[in-house]
């Protein structure tokens, strides 16, 4: 999940959201409901390709397409799958963004690459799951 902005206080007012199951898909929903409270906020579906949620169970396509409908913007970085699709997405997370709120558990894989990359960039990371708060450390 990428925010844009930052301004006078650190108020940061655009989300975006990359739409994946989980963490994404619960960050966007925390800003669909704080945008009642705080009107100014907006939020971003960064979908990779047309038909993202098409094998997921029903619930899951129930909870995006909700999720997609409280969206203020939508950015289909292409028609269809194609290997590849999903960094494409976490490189446009990226690049568009000027911080980037995860979950890292410190698993190889996708989320560490979008991290390394906005390390490179000079993006602000947080890394929810190093919060101290968190009961896993």
């Known amino acids: 999940v990428g925010e844009r902005g930052g301004g006078a206080g650190g108020q940061y007012r655009v989300f ?5 199951q989980g963490f994404d898909m619960l960050c966007g929903e925390l800003v669909a409901g704080l945008k009642a409270e705080f009107p100014h906020l907006k939020l971003t579906a960064v979908i ?8 997921w169970s029903m619930a899951d ?18 028609d269809h799958y194609f290997d590849g699709c ?13 911080r980037i709120i995860c979950y890292f ?15 490179k960039r000079g993006i602000d990371i947080c890394n929810t799951a190093e919060s101290p708060h968190n009961d896993n450390d």
């Open 16 to 20: 975006l959201c990359g739409m994946a």
């Open 48 to 55: 990779p390709y047309n038909g993202q949620s098409g094998g």
């Open 61 to 78: 396509k129930e909870r995006y397409r909700v999720l997609l409908q409280s969206c203020d913007d939508f950015a289909v970085l292409s």
């Open 86 to 98: 999903y960094f494409v997405r976490n490189k446009y997370l990226v690049d568009n963004s000027s």
């Open 105 to 119: 558990d410190g698993v190889s894989g996708g989320t560490q690459n979008t991290l390394n990359y906005a390390k």
